[in-house]
């Protein structure tokens, strides 16, 4: 299958800030590829990237098949993007945004329409100013959904909605795959976790992984080995194990890079008195915060402003 | 073009109101403009409404900014540029074009021999209104951001306008080759900026580029030298004939010798006036000449170099103005005057006359009307009454004209026709001359007037190189006159 979305050594600097560094991503065609990362990690100045609302400073994009500088007309009409800070011209009712929208788009379905004004209950004479947030956001995500968008982008489409909002959009998304591939942004790891089939992490503007939600979920374990007597650490930790700690007899990492086989040769090797070893799966919210730990210490090491943590 | 369309009525719609109240004072000025009454606060008033107009129906869809919901909608930067100016089309232009043709024929004249004026018209127009607001708007974040630039650039303007001096008489058609530069340089910036941001959106360069425009125009406006402008309106109107100037042998005039008197002891103190006797040859026969003032350049043995602040050339003479401490300096030496002159050469068109409470139309200059009218006096129950002849044209720039106020068959006064400066958006340019009555007088039986006007024939740039004077000599020659 080949790839709705690419990137290559894509970088971008503001005047002397250094927002993206070297992203290089992949999305396949029919998946929900989820972008975390904290706040000013260059999710957003991503997706803008992407698009071509902002320019590349280096590296490369190619969407559907088109390289980013070079999107047009003809692409955007078969691309769905909804941003939370997007502005709005906000003086429209619903009605006539989204028949405004209609010309745009050749292949716009009324009856799809007309099922998300449902779907959302969007009141069709009300301002776009006198909706509220979440009302706007629905508005926005029907006027990109209602021509079947191949590609659709979602910067933190659900950034203070309450859940059952939430759900609705996730639905009126996940729709539309695996016809259309969904790539979108969000702090929300429950939710992505919920429903993205790819995932990649970004941090300071460097991409720390990229890859299916499946393997993710495989590699990354929450280890507790409880000892037979309190011991220091070993100083040699492999790098793959993420914020180890001890209290007294209780000894607990991540593991990164986790596989059965070669666990149970390294407590071996680690922890020959170990009285017992658990190994448990980790929810996405869990992976990302001992991700995010193990970043913090990294780069308050490091004098300069780069990862040095091997996930 | 549907698109075009589409966002042309998502403009109009949003702003329908502004749009209406544009038309309504476009209305208004064209029917007091039509009925003789030209409302220049309503043409004012129209000029803010049409750039208002423009400016917000850019911000409609912004340019500057990257959280837009547009940006990311499949429409052409060609499609979204072509709709907004549509829509200056539909709003400023067209109405303004129609409203002019509407006004041509209310006061006599057929409007379609004045279409190339009329679309020159709305050319300057869009290059000093329409694209420069557009460019504005297309580079800047919001309303309030543009009203603060359209002040800078006004102030920008007055500042450079005290670099120039006013024109007076027929150089105003000279210095009117320097609006016409601005316009140019305004116009293009403009193109540029709207070019650049609607294809790139790269605002700090398209703001870099608009800057340097302003700029330019504004260095132009304040720094081009009146002879600069004279070499650019000869290329396009040059005049048939090589005209002179030569020291000749002098023989005073007594039509220079008031002039010279005035000068020299009147009008300006600290300056001598030196009257030097010109032969000027190469115009043909039966056309007349008025010369431009020249910056004359002396130069004085040892490499001295001295510039003439104002001086004139009229009948034969040229009267060199000096400041005298220089003057007393250099009266015994040998000088040379260094200069480039602009010359007008023109026919004095044959007169038409005109009684008393007519209006008709005078070739090569427009339809004028006389009448009488009153003026209240200083004290109450006072009226003065005065004769007016008053000629209207269509022409872009007025032409110096003259009425002779015939009161009786063996009496007469002349006046020079006063072109009001006539409002911008008016097609007409409009002159009067006025003149007062006795009390009790009452002209109608037999009072007429008669209309003359200048015909030019083209422009000329003229070398004046003059070798060995002694300015002492002409000054003491006058003396003893």
Redesign the interface.
Known sequence: MSAPLRTEQLSKIFRHVEALRELTIEVPEGSVFALVGPNGAGKTTSMKTLLNIHEPTSGRVEVLGVDSRSLGAEQFARIGYVSENQQMPEWMKVGYFLSYCRQFYPAWRDEDAAQLVRLFDLPLDRKLRHLSRGMRVKAALASSLAYRPKLILLDEPFGGLDVLVREQLIESVLDRTPESTVFLSSHDLGEIESFASHIAYLHEGRLLFAEEMASLSARFREIEVTLGEPAELPGDLPATWLTPEQSGVVAGFVDSRFDSERHRADMQRFFPAARSVTARVMPLRAIILAISKAAQPAKRASQRSELHICI | M??ML?IFK?DVR?LWWGVAIALLIQIAAAWFDAVDNVAAPLNDLLVVTWAVLLALAVL?D?LV?????W??????WR?LLASKLLFALAVVHVPSFLCDIVVLAARGFRPWEWLANLLTKQLLLAAVLTLPMIALAAVLRNFAHLALAVIGILGLGLLASNFIRPPFGPWGSIENVRYVLVAVVFGAAAIAVVWWQFARRRTWRSRLVGIAGVLGAALIFALVSPIFLARVRTAFDPAPARITLQLRNPAPDPNVYGAFQYYNYGAFPGLEAVPVPLAVSGIPAGIQSLFGAPAVAIFAPGGERLQSSMSYIAHDWLILQIPRVSYQRLKNTQVELQSRVPVILYRVASSTSQPMGARRAVPGLGICSTDLFELPGLNPGDRHSFARIACESPQGSPLPAFAKFWESADSNRSAQLDWRNTPGLSPLVRATASFPLAPGEDPRPSGRFEVSHDIPQGWQVVNLDLHDLRLGDYVSRWNEH
């Open positions: 549907h698109l589409h998502k949003r409609e912004p900014g990257d959280r837009q919901f940006l990311t909608r499949p429409a052409r499609v």
